[in-house]
């Protein structure tokens, strides 16, 4: 019903930036909430950051004040805009659809982008 994509990704030296970008498309009646999350190897998934119609914005301590999340959701699209990266930020950065309605009645659809990935040298 939904797909979310995401793009952005690559390799970047340590102390460099990137863009990453996601876009959902499908049966949307509108987004109230959309996250950012990561899975380093052998590391569990791990909420990175997380954004709502009201621009009310959460991050995880690792990423305080070097990552930015943003929200075009009149395009159905959420950014992250990743600064001062480290190498333990490298990771596959996976969007998920944190609230997305696809109906006036309220039903929601929940799921993963297929991921894109990071990699931060040293």
């Known amino acids: 019903q939904v797909q979310l994509v995401e793009s952005g990704g690559g390799l970047v030296q340590a102390g460099g930036s990137l863009r990453l970008s996601c876009v959902a498309s499908?049966?949307?009646?509108?987004?109230?909430?959309m996250a950012w999350h990561r899975q380093a190897p052998g590391k569990q998934r791990e909420l990175v950051a997380k954004i709502d119609v009201g621009g009310n914005t959460h991050y995880a301590d690792s990423v305080k004040g070097r990552f930015t999340i943003s929200e075009d959701f009149a395009k159905n699209t959420v950014y992250l805009q990743m600064g001062s990266l480290k190498p333990d930020d490298t990771a596959v950065y996976y969007c998920?659809?944190?609230?997305?309605?696809?109906?006036?009645?309220?039903?929601?659809?929940w799921g993963w982008g297929q991921g894109t990935q990071v990699t931060v040298s040293s």
């Open positions: 998920e659809a944190d609230r997305i309605v696809i109906d006036s009645y309220g039903a929601t659809w």
């Open positions: 499908g049966r949307i009646f509108k987004i109230d909430a």
